[in-house]
């Protein structure tokens, strides 16, 4: 128990001082989420407070970083605007529609942790993890290009003169102190004492530059300041319970729900990688889940893994589960006690911070290796980092991994080959190599002459594996051609399932499936029921 203590304690002071950070940083995204949600700037906040306490307790990935995002933010402005269309004036109904959708976002969530979806995020290829990183690095820089702008006339326009050098001076402190510091000690976190160190700067000298508390109120807010979390009643008495309702948040549900879940699952192997750990992708669905019910029900956004704080938090030393309770908890502080302090905190220092992430998730790697990776791989890393960009994360994502397997399948496709041989006794041999699936049953089907071969021919897959139902498919069909034929066709070296399952398609199988000691013990995706259990037969395979 004491080892245990030891080991949970020993990085505390890094847990702490890298959750305080994270705090500071959460609190322009928050409220500038919120803005772009149509929602009051407290909806995000409280959603970074409550998804990102709940998740550090019960989710999958200790150190990884939750709360309001732009992911979801951007999918959330139509649905406020028409919840609150179908109300009176002035009734508001579209923050309540929105609640509304995060719980049942939340439940869809838990539902992917349930059945354990969550695995299949192992599954994405490793061009489409740079190009996420990339991507995302990209709309990170993006988003603090915005805080370069004042609002004049209405109107939000570029800063200019002594205004736009005064921010550019801070940002560059900020980012050189996060540079320099860490070849003089790694004791504190450097994005903290920059953060520390450029406010304090500002507010000594009085430097009238853009602050936490100005961008609240420049975006229409009153300020930092609120009170604790209140269950949200209005919900189930200003909201109609119907199947139009349902109808309704349905399809918002299902889009917020799948986003969240592919951000946070992506985060949390870019974490597993920086940390050279693995996480539970199964237990973050059930905790991203429970975390939107919670943050529905109590007035939040909703949120899921935020890839910038988590960064900061894991550069900042941040390992454990403490990290993100700290961030959480301090963050509610800055709302009921230390808004005043928050909000004196120049925008420069938080943007210089998050310049100093995009530099640290970028994959500059990529560059390096465009001329050694397949022409294939590095389309598929533009392809998502454009996506990213132009649309949003779930669907760069989705169309990555859809066009990797579709490569996949092209070239595995080719590989089917067929060596032919007769025999003395007359019978035509044909020796199958490569794997048969849906992509190459059409090759392999041309690599027969039915009309033209001899009365009895063999068909031999000892270098082949039938991978999928289109492969039986393709056999059974075979076999009806050589038959129509009136010729004798014989198979050989198929694993046990493809004999089960060809005997279920026919009996006739039975007798033309040749059994021998060396047969193939590999196992179908069309039988999944099936499939070996012990690693001991996985071995065997």
Excluded at 45 to 67: C, D, K, N, Q, V
Excluded at 145 to 160: P, S, V
Excluded at 463 to 484: F, N, P, Q, W
Excluded at 500 to 525: C, G, Q
């Amino acid at each position: 128990m004491t080892e245990f203590v030891r080991d949970r304690a020993k990085n505390a002071k890094n847990d702490i001082l890298s959750g305080l950070t994270v705090a500071l940083a959460l609190v322009p995204e928050a409220v500038a989420f919120a803005f772009v949600a149509g929602v009051d700037p407290l909806v995000g906040l409280y959603a970074a407070f409550m998804i990102g306490l709940i998740t550090s307790i019960f989710g999958g990935r200790p150190g990884m970083i939750s709360g309001a995002t732009g992911a979801l933010a951007v999918v959330m402005v139509s649905l406020v605007a028409e919840g609150n269309a179908m109300g009176a004036a002035g009734e508001n109904l579209g923050v309540f529609y929105l609640f509304l959708t995060v719980i049942l976002m939340g439940f869809i969530q838990i539902l992917a942790g349930l059945f354990k979806l969550g695995k299949f995020v192992r599954l994405i290829p490793h061009p489409v993890m740079m190009g996420f990183v990339n991507g995302l690095a990209i709309v990170i820089f993006l988003s603090q290009l915005d805080m370069f702008k004042i609002i004049a006339g209405g109107e939000k326009m570029w800063m200019q003169g002594t205004e736009l050098m005064t921010m550019l001076g801070l940002v560059g402190l900020t980012m050189a102190i996060m540079f320099g510091l860490p070849k003089l000690t790694k004791k504190v976190p450097e994005a903290l004492v920059a953060i520390i160190v450029v406010s304090a700067i500002v507010i000594i000298g009085k430097l009238d530059v853009a602050t936490v508390g100005s961008f609240i109120k420049d975006g229409g807010g009153e300020g930092l300041k609120g009170g604790l979390p209140k269950f949200q009643f209005d919900i189930f008495t200003k909201l109609p319970f119907t199947l139009d309702t349902l109808m309704f948040i349905l399809p918002y549900a299902l889009i917020l729900a799948a986003i969240g879940l592919i951000e946070s699952l992506m985060t949390l192997n870019l974490v597993d990688e920086l940390t050279d750990t693995r996480g539970n992708s199964n237990r973050e669905c059930l905790a991203q889940g429970g975390a939107n019910i919670i943050t529905g029900l109590f007035g939040g956004m909703g949120g899921c893994a935020m890839i910038g704080q988590s960064i900061i938090n894991i550069k900042g030393g941040g390992r454990g589960r403490l990290s993100g309770i700290v961030a959480a908890l301090t963050l509610l502080g800055f709302i009921l006690f230390a808004s005043g302090l928050i909000e004196q905190v120049p925008i420069a220092a938080l943007v210089g911070v998050m310049f100093m992430v995009v530099i640290g998730t970028f994959a500059w790697s990529s560059f390096r290796i465009m001329n050694r990776i397949p022409g294939t791989d590095l389309f598929v890393i533009v392809l998502v980092s454009a996506l990213t960009v132009i649309f949003d994360l779930a669907l760069a994502v989705i169309a990555g991994v859809v066009v990797s397997a579709l490569v996949f399948s092209w070239e595995n496709a080719k590989r089917i080959r067929a060596r032919k041989r007769m025999r003395e006794d007359g019978t035509k041999v044909y020796e199958i190599w490569g794997p048969l699936f849906f992509g190459s049953i059409s090759v392999f089907m041309e690599k027969f002459d039915v009309k033209n071969d001899p009365d009895h021919v063999l068909i031999d897959f000892v270098e082949a594996r039938v991978c999928d139902h289109s492969a039986l498919e393709a056999i059974y069909m075979l076999v009806g051609k050589y038959e129509a034929e009136g010729k004798t066709i014989k198979l050989k070296h198929l694993s046990e399932d493809c004999k089960v399952l060809l005997d279920k398609a026919s009996p006739k199988f039975k007798d033309l499936i040749i059994d021998d000691i060396d047969d193939p013990r590999y196992h179908l995706a069309a039988n999944p029921e099936d499939f070996p259990k012990s690693l001991n037969e996985y071995e065997l395979i």
